[in-house]
């Protein structure tokens, strides 16, 4: 075993000991023991330890007095499978000055394992691939190991090395491949959406006349959308089982295969399978919660995947959800988790569900989780109006004009802290380091979250605001998907896009649901497929302040009362998209390093104040977008950084950034703090200062009155389609146009003629000419990313390139 690895593996006891955390007992305290040599009828004092965790909660409940003194209860080294969920209620609770605290003694590996430890008797089969009889109640849809998780037979075969999906094919459900499949139903199918949102999971049911399979699911991601032609793979295929590593059940013939794992010795390994979803759970209810019981030191392993069951929509997110995970809490005041890893469980690392309050995650590994690291979500009984579809309004006169929530069914005051969260999202892609939905006031603060599919941190909605993202340095992010960034929000609360209101009615109802603001500072973020901080669909109430940024940029949406100020943007800028008049949005004293980047803006002036801001690159575009009332008072030039090659972006007293307003902020705070954490944190790779290369606008063809042209890098995104998808846009449609009385709209998309994609002006105009003359041309159009038909009318005009592109 490598130093880092033992460092991995031993680390939550080394850190406990370290911080002193994990002492014997403490004064005045009652102090039970548990080991894997104990017997649950013993004392639980050293000499004579109980056997199990449930044996000393039990021995706890039934011998000693609450409330009166804190207890430890002090875990010894060893595996402890568990049967059942170890479930803490309002009955085991402590106090603020007699908590119960479960800990890992010090020095010694503790492992909370949700599975069973095999007792397997391999035989060959074929082509180097054991196998070994099951009970006939031996069910899993993971195998251990040597403590790997190892990949169920599928094709293509799992390739560490290739980010998507570890591997994907399009010809995945083609004929000749599923016809040499003998018996498929239970095989799963796994694939990214269409516009690569996220992720989708089917089971296969059974078998089609024509010989496909039957797939069930989809559900995972809460938009209406296709699988992936490209991006898909398939598992738990016996017919697939052909790479080192690959293992299948047969649970009707209770046969266990494997291909050996490269130098594996299968008669000396430790194989183990799963059988629990949750490991430990906190259930209370906000009139009986459970209180100030804290576990720390543990490692949790082998808990089952969980994707089949996240279906329950959030607020008008793209997400939908499954409430669990190897740690779950509902109904739980001033729990903690501290000092514990999460390893390789199959679905969420720790679930904060409906009523929480107080709850801490700090110093923590959570590593290579099948979905999210930690989630807080509420409950939408708490939400007024609420709607979960992303293409449901309601009207202005429907609308509960009450502030807040409706009751306390949600997470407030809840702590994530010093943690490590990566290389989550192993399965379900639409996943995060942190989720945060229909909850107020969480904070997470110094954490180091990489390696993930899609968002770091991802805040669902605006419900109820108050959230504080501080010293996070978070980068790796948006790997396998698209049209995101490491920090991702919407606001797609009750306001957001309310029939019948105007702009400034909106205004006064954004703040409804974002009651406080949310505060991102003193971060470092960095994401290559998407932008740095993402603030999406309505997403209003922000203070983004002292944050670097080293890569993708900051993009705000539509919303209003955004703050962004004193931020160094590296190698990229400012990206508005679709802003709402009267936004009240202000961007100012800000290092930025080319001109901004707007999509589908059709208001001025821009926000509120958009000025006072340092472009390293040439005067042309400070004053780029002047006519749209933006930096009257911002200076050009070199940003005099103190060593960014370092990763210092702090400037010299010679920069010019300091007659806009810049001030210094520290470069050398992000991330975990404590030591042992601090070494096993990887760090983002500082990207060297370019000059960034300027995009030529497009030309603008005129085409029934109106304008065409093709999209820019952005404005994918505003549209709402995937970065690679066919169309035209309509930049500009007067209101007499011959296109306007033909139904179409400033901001349509035009995808298709007779569903055949258009891929340019050009191609839209031969693909209509292609069309007899005196029948209606059906086009399919993208408007606020919803998809509509709009019968055009003949005659069709050829489109026309203007002399001069419009910018």
Not at 115 to 139: H, K, N
Request: proline share 7%.
């Amino acid at each position: 075993m490598t130093p880092a690895k033992a460092l991995a593996r031993s680390w939550p006891a080394a850190l406990l000991f370290c911080l002193g955390l994990a002492c014997a007992s403490r004064t005045g305290a009652v102090t039970l023991h548990v080991a894997p040599s104990g017997d649950d009828t013993a004392d639980g004092s050293r000499q004579h330890p109980l056997a199990t965790l449930a044996g000393a909660q039990r021995h706890l409940r039934q011998s000693v007095p609450r409330q009166r003194e804190p207890i430890d209860v002090i875990v010894h080294a060893g595996v402890y499978y568990l049967a059942e969920p170890l479930v803490f209620g309002p009955e085991d609770s402590g106090t603020a000055l007699a908590p119960v605290t479960y800990r890992a003694a010090p020095g010694e590996e503790v492992v909370l394992s949700g599975g069973r430890r095999l007792q397997p008797d391999w035989r060959a089969w074929r082509d180097g691939i054991m196998v070994t009889d099951t009970p006939p109640d031996f069910a899993t849809d993971q195998l251990f190991v040597n403590g790997v998780r190892l990949p169920l037979a599928r094709y293509p075969n799992f390739d560490a090395q290739t980010a998507i999906l570890n591997g994907y094919a399009a010809d995945v459900l083609a004929p000749a491949r599923t016809a040499r499949w003998a018996a498929p139903i239970g095989g799963l199918v796994h694939a990214l959406d269409e516009n690569r949102w996220g992720g989708c999971h089917f089971v296969i049911t059974g078998r089609n006349p024509d010989g496909s399979p039957v797939l069930e699911g989809g559900w995972q991601i809460n938009r209406p959308l296709h699988m992936h032609a490209l991006y898909r793979f398939v598992e738990n295929i016996l017919e697939e089982l052909d790479a080192p590593g690959e293992w299948f059940h047969d649970r009707a013939a209770h046969r266990l295969y494997l291909a050996p794992p490269a130098g594996a010795d299968l008669s000396r390994a430790v194989v183990e399978s799963v059988r629990l979803r949750e490991l430990v759970s906190f259930r209370g209810s906000e009139q009986r919660p459970v209180r100030f019981v804290a576990l720390a030191g543990f490692t949790f392993r082998h808990a089952a995947r969980t994707f089949m069951d996240t279906k329950e929509p959030l607020l008008r997110s793209d997400w939908t959800v499954y409430r669990g995970g190897a740690v779950f809490l509902t109904g739980a005041e001033d729990c903690a988790i501290t000092s514990c890893r999460i390893d390789q469980v199959g679905g969420n690392a720790v679930f904060a569900s409906g009523y929480n309050r107080r709850i801490t995650v700090r110093e923590c590994l959570i590593d290579s989780a099948g979905a999210s690291g930690v989630l807080f979500v509420g409950l939408p009984s708490a939400v007024r109006n609420p709607l979960f579809g992303h293409d449901q309004r309601l009207p202005l006169a429907a609308l509960d004009l009450a502030p807040g929530p409706k009751d306390n069914a949600y997470p407030m005051d809840c702590l994530v802290q010093d943690c490590v969260i990566r290389d989550t999202g192993r399965i379900e892609k639409q996943s995060a380091g942190v989720q945060i939905a229909m909850a107020r006031r969480i904070t997470v603060q110094h954490c180091s979250i990489y390696g993930l599919p899609r968002a770091g941190i991802n805040i669902g909605d605006g419900t109820w605001g108050g959230h504080l993202i501080e010293g996070c340095d978070v980068f790796d992010t948006v790997l396998e998907t698209g049209d995101h960034g490491s920090f991702n929000s919407w606001g797609r609360d009750r306001y957001w896009r309310a029939e019948g209101a105007t702009p400034a009615q909106l205004r006064e109802l954004a703040r409804l649901d974002a009651m406080e603001p949310v505060i991102i500072r003193r971060n470092r973020w960095r994401c290559d497929r998407g932008w740095d901080i993402d603030l999406d669909d309505g997403a209003s109430n922000y203070v983004i302040q002292e944050n670097l940024l080293l890569h993708g940029g900051l993009k705000l949406r539509e919303g209003f009362f955004r703050e962004v100020t004193n931020n160094v943007i590296v190698n990229n800028t400012l990206h508005p998209h679709v802003w709402f008049a009267g936004s009240g949005d202000v961007f100012t004293h800000n290092i930025v390093m080319t001109r901004y980047r707007p999509a589908l803006m059709k208001v001025t002036p821009w926000g509120a104040t958009i000025d006072r801001n340092l472009f390293t690159s040439r005067e042309a575009d400070r004053i780029a977008f002047a006519a749209e009332g933006c930096d009257a008072h911002s200076v050009d030039g070199d940003a005099r950084f103190v060593d960014p090659a370092g990763g210092d972006f702090r400037i010299r007293d010679d920069s010019r950034a300091l007659a806009v307003g810049f001030r210094n902020f520290r470069m050398d705070h992000f991330g975990v703090r404590p030591p042992a954490l601090r070494a096993l944190a990887r760090q983002p790779v500082i990207p060297p200062l370019r000059p960034v290369e300027e995009i030529d606008a497009p030309p603008v063809f005129r085409w029934l009155g109106a304008g065409l042209r093709n999209l820019q890098p952005g404005e994918f995104s505003a549209v709402g389609v995937a970065e690679d998808a066919a169309g035209v846009l309509l930049a500009d449609v007067p209101p007499e146009s011959g296109a306007a009385r033909a139904g179409l709209r400033s901001g349509d998309l035009i995808r298709a003629v007779d569903d055949v994609p258009v891929k340019s002006p050009l191609d839209f105009g031969r693909t209509l000419m292609r069309r007899p003359a005196d029948q209606p041309a059906p086009l399919r159009v993208r408007r606020e990313q919803r998809e509509i038909r709009v019968d055009l009318p003949p005659p069709f005009d050829f489109p026309e390139r203007e002399r001069e592109p419009r910018r």
